[in-house]
């Protein structure tokens, strides 16, 4: 996790080089939500005790939910559609994580996020066992709805610049498909670890995808 946290950071740098480039601010955004989620979720993993592990697992929220609405803003600016879509509802994209990060932090009232949270060990290495609540799964379903709907417009520009570009568009959905397996991989409980979530990793590496896209191909 701490070399994911770095490779963020380089990556980062590379972006405010060419903060001007279309897509570019939104992917600053992803990828500082991204650190934020990355980082806590090491000092989680890293934690000794329960309450330790329970604080970060909370701070997590303050990039968890922003994600996809940033991967969404990014593939609408950087497709240059942003002028087709109405301001307020960009601006409504922010409700449901903001919505979900007051959950996670008032979660022991409610237990909307988490309805149950415990330890589990393996080996010497200790995680958090946790039982997702109602709104978690509201989230969930909302993310990979901005994800969807991210990954369709940019699947319609591969389509449409594919006799032009020959490497964005492979670049694109590769940035895609990394994003999808991450997360699928946690939510479905495939990994070897259930309780260890790859998902920041397939991020980091989606935003890795994306800025050589921005930087390389153009």
């Known amino acids: 996790m701490s070399v994911a946290g770095l490779l963020v950071l380089i990556n980062v740098f590379f972006v405010l080089r060419r903060i001007r480039m279309?897509?570019?601010?939104?992917?600053?955004?992803?990828?500082?939500?991204?650190?934020?989620?990355?980082?806590?979720y090491a000092l989680e993993l890293s934690s000794a005790t329960f309450e330790w592990q329970y604080f970060w697992l909370r701070m997590e929220y303050f990039g968890i939910?922003?994600?996809?609405?940033?991967?969404?803003?990014?593939?609408?600016?950087?497709?240059?559609?942003?002028?087709?879509?109405?301001?307020?509802?960009?601006?409504?994209?922010?409700?449901?994580?903001?919505?979900a990060t007051v959950l996670a932090w008032t979660?022991?009232?409610?237990?909307?996020?988490?309805?149950?949270?415990?330890?589990?060990?393996?080996?010497?290495?200790?995680?958090?066992h946790l039982q997702h609540g109602f709104f978690f799964w509201v989230m969930a379903a909302y993310s990979y709805l901005m994800l969807l709907s991210g990954s369709l417009v940019l699947l319609r520009r591969v389509i449409k610049s594919w006799s032009t570009f020959k490497f964005q568009p492979l670049v694109m959905i590769g940035g895609v498909l990394v994003t999808w397996a991450g997360n699928l991989l946690y939510l479905s409980g495939s990994s070897p670890i259930p309780e260890?979530?790859?998902?920041?990793?397939?991020?980091?590496?989606?935003?890795?995808?994306?800025?050589?896209?921005?930087l390389r191909f153009g």
């Open 196 to 214: 260890l979530d790859w998902t920041p990793m397939s991020v980091i590496l989606s935003g890795i995808i994306y800025t050589i896209g921005l």
């Open 22 to 40: 279309a897509g570019a601010i939104p992917l600053l955004g992803m990828l500082i939500t991204v650190t934020v989620w990355t980082v806590t």
């Open 65 to 99: 939910p922003y994600v996809s609405p940033f991967f969404l803003i990014f593939a609408l600016e950087y497709t240059q559609q942003t002028k087709a879509v109405d301001r307020k509802w960009l601006h409504a994209v922010w409700i449901v994580p903001l919505t």
């Open 107 to 128: 979660n022991q009232a409610h237990g909307l996020i988490w309805s149950q949270v415990g330890q589990t060990s393996y080996g010497t290495f200790t995680v958090l």
